[in-house]
């Protein structure tokens, strides 16, 4: 989402023209681009091993190798909230709700991929 608002905000600035708020803009491309890049080729790298997706395997070895993936992931969701327009107040509630949601959609994956694998629960 936050690469898509910076595409469309380059996109209607570079029409419009402007010096400084266009210069602006493109750092924005720049470092969003940098930022993509760099999480889909980590993404990348790991989709070649055969291991990461095993769900067996769990352990604090195992999923240390997707924590280089959340500095660019956080980076972009930190430019795209501190974008949203209005009030502090609303800026802070939908930043909130957003998080809320994702960490529901983990957790629920988390547990979905398991039930996939018959892989049981508990102790």
């Known amino acids: 989402m936050a690469l898509a608002w910076i595409i469309l905000r380059w996109l ?29 080729a980590i993404w990348r790298l790991y989709s070649a091993y055969t291991w990461t997706l095993d769900p ?4 604090v070895q195992f999923v240390r190798f997707y924590v280089p993936a959340l500095g660019p992931i956080a980076l972009l969701g930190a430019w795209l909230a501190t974008r949203i327009p209005g ?10 709700t957003v998080i809320t949601a994702l960490f ?17 629960l508990g102790g």
Do not use: H, K
């Open 12 to 40: 209607m600035r570079s029409r419009a023209g402007g010096g400084q708020a266009s210069a602006a803009v493109r750092r924005d491309l720049a470092v969003g681009a940098a930022l993509a890049a760099s999480w889909f």
């Open 56 to 59: 067996t395997t769990v352990t």
């Open 87 to 96: 009030r502090a107040r609303w800026t802070g509630l939908t930043t909130a």
């Open 104 to 120: 529901g959609l983990g957790v629920w994956s988390f547990y979905s991929m398991y039930a996939a694998f018959g892989v049981p």
